[in-house]
């Protein structure tokens, strides 16, 4: 069996929709906190939304990456980048699983009715605890920053194959002329 | 693969790292660290603090308090304005903080002119509607940043600070009109609480009606001057609102004011025409009151915003303001409890 070199078209859909979406919520996230203006209301409206809506996607994601796999990496691809390409990616996962989930929990432990556009209402998954509240609330603003941090890595080391590189590693998300250059690792 | 030469590569590490750069830079300009002028909810909340500092543990304004419990009986009057559920006639479960205006939740009861209630009211349907009301029938500025404003003249040592602040804010002159003159009770339970924000009521057909609203003691008020209520002693609020719930419940009649075509919804300094058509939605019945630092009322965040379903914010700025500050207020204590531990808390603390 030979491995495409590119992600399935479900596969890349999901990642550019998911990449404004992720982009959006933490422009949206720091410019809420620090607003007093009416588009305050609207804007925590809207995160709390598109984060559950992350949450979704997230999920629906992984499980089609377990099915249909990734695109091996280049064989010249030095094993520490291998590596730190996969770990990263992980994260990333980890990341979108933890933030929204981090938002309604930290939501529920602060008494706060969890209440999204058009009105929908999800239940508490947590009951009111001010310390929980604290903790979770903590870890949400600062993975938040995390998670930009290696957003914008993950950006540099995406340009980084295809301006550089140029070894079809951003043509497997991008779309494009598919990898034909290097030849796959085993 | 044909090796590119050093200066395409050079250029392209160069267009790497601007992107990165435009990335980070667009951030933090959102997140407002090139703006140390904007209007945050940390300096608005930092504004309220006295000279020495906030008292920690506790809520950054209307920080003497204590919780009530009890129930908002709908009429069903409301619902021709609103769909939300809270006013289809019914009895539906409340929790509620008596409060008054101090950034000091040890200040005495005679130094504040402005008492508080915030009251949430929760429906079978899962819907949640906090308010924090107040007792004055207008508030001292019309904007958010007037009120900023407003603290920082009444913190500046500057002498002429409040002077000019009067100047560029005239509206500040009613009410220090209703201060001097309006008579002060002696109980929580005589003060009418009104919200003074405008909200929009979205009825079944989804038309918005613009609303404030009310809650009027039934109880009978008996005014005071300032000196007998200082006389009264600096808790005297709490001990009296409690031994009085203890005999009997007391109750407030929720009154939900219309605008006319025209009359202002964006500033809640200007009161509406007192013959603006209202409809008595219902009564607050407080039947138990307790103390704040084990209370149901401690770790709850009255924020305007919170509306069922049948309620949304106005053009008034206010509601967004107040939430946006409320949240970092609720952030701030809640992180601080060590600061105002509960009372089994500060119990395991002194015996070893
Ligand atoms: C992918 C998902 C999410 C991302 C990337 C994200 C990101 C952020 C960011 C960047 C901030 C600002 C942190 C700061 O500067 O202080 C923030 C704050 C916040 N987020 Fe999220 N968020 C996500 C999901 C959610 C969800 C699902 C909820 C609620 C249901 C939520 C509720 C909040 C709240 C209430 C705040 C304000 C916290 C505070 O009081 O300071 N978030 N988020
Ligand atoms: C918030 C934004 C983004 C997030 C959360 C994100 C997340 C991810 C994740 C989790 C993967 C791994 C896919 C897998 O192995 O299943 C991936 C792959 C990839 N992403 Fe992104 N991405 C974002 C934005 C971008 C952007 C802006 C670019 C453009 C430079 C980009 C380029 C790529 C490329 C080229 C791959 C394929 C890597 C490979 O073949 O292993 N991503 N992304
Ligand atoms: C921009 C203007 C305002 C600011 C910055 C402000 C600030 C605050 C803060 C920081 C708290 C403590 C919140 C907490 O920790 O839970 C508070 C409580 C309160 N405020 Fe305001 N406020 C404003 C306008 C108003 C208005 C217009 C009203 C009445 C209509 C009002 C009535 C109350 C009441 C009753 C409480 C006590 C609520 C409770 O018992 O928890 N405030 N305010």
Redo the contacts with the bound molecule.
């Keep these: 069996m030979t491995r495409s070199t590119r992600f399935t078209l479900l596969q890349r859909l999901l990642h550019w929709l998911m990449a404004i979406c992720i982009l959006a919520m933490l422009f949206i996230g720091v410019g809420m906190v620090s607003t007093?203006m009416p588009k305050y209301v609207p804007l925590l409206a809207t995160h709390k939304t598109l984060g559950l809506a992350i949450l979704v996607l997230a999920l629906i994601r992984i499980a089609v990456r377990l099915r249909s796999g990734t695109p091996p990496l280049p064989r010249d691809l030095p094993p520490p980048m291998q590596l730190a390409a996969k770990l990263s990616h992980y994260a990333l996962y980890a990341l979108m699983i933890a933030m929204p989930l981090l938002g309604w929990g930290m939501q529920s432990a602060g008494a706060y009715p969890v209440v999204l556009l058009g009105g929908f209402h999800l239940p508490a998954i947590l009951p009111p605890d001010a310390g929980i509240y604290t903790l979770l609330k903590t870890a949400h603003v600062y993975l938040a920053f995390a998670f930009f941090a290696l957003v914008l890595l993950h950006i540099a080391a995406g340009l980084f194959h295809a301006l550089i590189r140029r070894d079809g590693v951003f043509e497997s998300m991008a779309g494009g002329t598919p990898r034909n250059e290097t030849a796959p690792a085993k | 693969m044909a090796q590119p030469s050093p200066g395409p590569k050079l250029a392209s590490l160069a267009l790497i790292a601007a992107v990165i750069a435009a990335g980070a830079g667009a951030f933090a300009y959102t997140a407002g660290w090139f703006s140390p002028d904007r209007l945050t909810p940390a300096r608005?909340?930092q504004a309220?603090a006295p000279a020495g500092g906030p008292a920690l543990g506790h809520?950054?304004?209307?920080?003497k308090?204590i919780c009530f419990t009890g129930a908002f009986e709908a009429n069903g009057n409301g619902a021709e304005l609103s769909k939300a559920q809270v006013f289809v006639s019914g009895t539906y479960p409340v929790v509620?903080?008596f409060?008054f205006?101090t950034p000091d939740p040890n200040a005495a009861d005679a130094t504040s002119r402005v008492r508080?209630?915030?009251l949430q009211i929760t429906t079978p349907d899962g819907q949640v509607w906090r308010s924090?009301?107040?007792s004055p029938p207008f508030?001292p500025v019309a904007t958010?940043e007037a009120?900023?404003a407003l603290l920082q003249a009444s913190a500046s040592k500057a002498p002429d600070a409040m002077k000019s602040f009067a100047a560029a804010h005239p509206e500040i002159a009613a009410f220090g009109a209703w201060a001097a003159s309006a008579p002060w009770t002696a109980s929580y339970a005589e003060d009418t609480?009104?919200?003074?924000?405008a909200f929009l009521f979205i009825d079944k057909s989804g038309a918005a009606h613009a609303v404030r609203w009310s809650l009027r003691p039934q109880a009978a008020v008996a005014p005071i001057d300032h000196d007998a209520l200082a006389k009264l002693g600096p808790d005297h609020l709490e001990q009296e609102i409690a031994e009085r719930v203890g005999q009997a419940p007391q109750k407030w009649t929720l009154v939900v004011m219309l605008a006319n075509p025209g009359d202002p919804t964006a500033d809640?300094s200007k009161a509406w025409p007192a013959d603006r058509k209202s409809v008595e939605a219902g009564t607050l019945v407080v039947d138990k009151v307790e103390a704040e630092r084990d209370g149901p009322?401690r770790d709850?965040?009255?924020?305007?915003t919170i509306l069922p379903d049948g309620i949304t914010v106005s053009d008034d700025p206010?509601p967004a303001?107040?939430s946006a500050?409320?949240r970092?207020?609720?952030n701030l204590?809640t992180a601080e409890e060590k600061n105002y531990p509960r009372s089994d808390a500060a119990q395991q603390g002194t015996q070893p």
Excluded at chain 2, 193 to 197: A, P, S, T, W
Excluded at chain 2, 300 to 304: A, Q, R, T
């Design positions: 007093v | 608005l909340v309220i809520r950054r304004n209307h920080a308090g509620g903080r409060n205006s508080g209630m915030g924090a009301m107040i508030f958010p009120f900023y609480y009104n919200g003074l924000n809640p009322c709850i965040n009255f924020d305007p206010f303001a107040r500050a409320y970092h207020s609720f204590r």
